[in-house]
């Protein structure tokens, strides 16, 4: 009987140490994880590596293959007034969050909305900039058409990019359509242009961009948006001091007017566009 108390208190005494250690080790881990700043090891660096994807007029390739567009704008601006070197580090849209998360890069800077879903994964700094979904269509395919519900139908196709908002979007606003679905913006237009699907979902202005540049094919159905979101840098969880860096470093260009400037030149004018060919 003794012996089998000496046995039990043992064990108990194990569990306990066991547990003790397991907490102290969870706790360190913690602590380290949140004591890794990314801005400051991007200073120790000399490079801030951003996360992105080319998607017109955020982000794009210039004649000369150089990447430019807003986010690349605003990326740059970041690492300027940081004091250090930029890195951009081409992603497809859809793996972007978990190649954050694992470290690939230590921001995305990509026309990201600011979603909930999204938010329980990473997290948003303050809106840089408010964006919408808007829709071009083919005007043979959606001949007539003026309102979004004419679009929520089961014999009509709409291309989106995979991962997007603009997914989110058609599931959303016209679950009955069938949705294609694409990792790059390039397939989601020639989807479009070829006459395989009657629409194309994306963020404004790039909807807009494409009736222009294709009138005799392509229409604008709706004169606005059918949705507004705020977009954000998003972050690793856990790291206050990158947010908190990003979130002022936002106020203050914005408090400047450089950030509507920006906004103005690229997504109001086409001046870019010879920079293109």
Same mark, same amino acid.
């Given at each position: 009987m003794k012996r089998r108390q000496e046995i039990l208190i043992l064990v108990t005494v194990l569990v306990i140490s066991m547990g003790l250690a397991g907490a102290a080790t969870a706790g360190k881990i913690q602590q380290e994880l949140t004591g890794e700043s990314t801005i400051e090891n991007a200073l120790k660096r000399g490079v801030l590596r951003v996360g992105m994807s080319t998607?017109?007029?955020?982000?794009?390739?210039?004649?000369?293959?150089?990447?430019?567009?807003? $986010?690349?704008?605003?990326?740059?601006?970041l690492a300027q007034d940081t004091g250090v070197e930029?890195?951009?580090?081409?992603?497809?849209?859809?793996?972007?969050?978990?190649?954050?998360?694992?470290?690939?890069?230590?921001?995305?800077?990509?026309?990201?909305?600011?979603?909930?879903?999204?938010?329980?994964?990473?997290?948003?700094?303050i809106p840089y900039d408010y964006s919408g979904m808007s829709i071009v269509a083919h005007k043979q395919l959606a001949a007539g058409f003026k309102r979004l519900e004419e679009f929520n139908r089961?014999?009509?196709?709409?291309?989106?990019?995979?991962?997007?908002?603009?997914?989110?979007?058609?599931?959303?606003?016209?679950?009955?359509?069938?949705?294609?679905?694409?990792?790059? $913006?390039?397939?989601v237009i020639q989807e479009?242009?070829?006459?395989?699907?009657?629409?194309?979902?994306?963020?404004?202005?790039?909807?807009?961009?494409?009736?222009?540049?294709?009138? $005799?094919?392509?229409?604008?159905?709706?004169?606005?948006?059918?949705?507004?979101?705020?977009?954000?840098?998003?972050?690793?969880?856990?790291?206050?001091?990158?947010?908190?860096?990003?979130?002022?470093?936002?106020?203050?260009?914005?408090? $400047?007017g450089w950030l509507n400037e920006r906004k103005q030149y690229w997504f109001y004018t086409k001046e870019w566009e010879k920079r293109l060919k």
């Open positions: 998607f017109v007029p955020w982000a794009m390739k210039d004649k000369t293959g150089k990447l430019i567009g807003f $986010e690349i704008d605003v990326a740059n601006r930029i890195e951009f580090v081409p992603t497809k849209w859809a793996g972007i969050i978990p190649a954050l998360l694992t470290g690939k890069f230590d921001v995305i800077i990509g026309g990201m909305g600011i979603l909930p879903q999204r938010n329980l994964k990473v997290n948003f700094t089961p014999e009509v196709k709409i291309a989106a990019r995979l991962g997007s908002t603009a997914e989110m979007a058609v599931r959303k606003h016209m679950p009955q359509a069938k949705l294609k679905l694409f990792d790059d $913006e390039s397939q479009l242009r070829s006459g395989r699907v009657h629409a194309l979902v994306a963020s404004a202005p790039l909807p807009t961009f494409l009736a222009l540049e294709n009138p $005799e094919v392509l229409f604008l159905p709706l004169q606005e948006t059918f949705t507004r979101e705020p977009i954000g840098f998003a972050v690793r969880k856990g790291d206050v001091d990158t947010l908190n860096y990003f979130n002022n470093w936002i106020r203050v260009v914005e408090a $400047e």
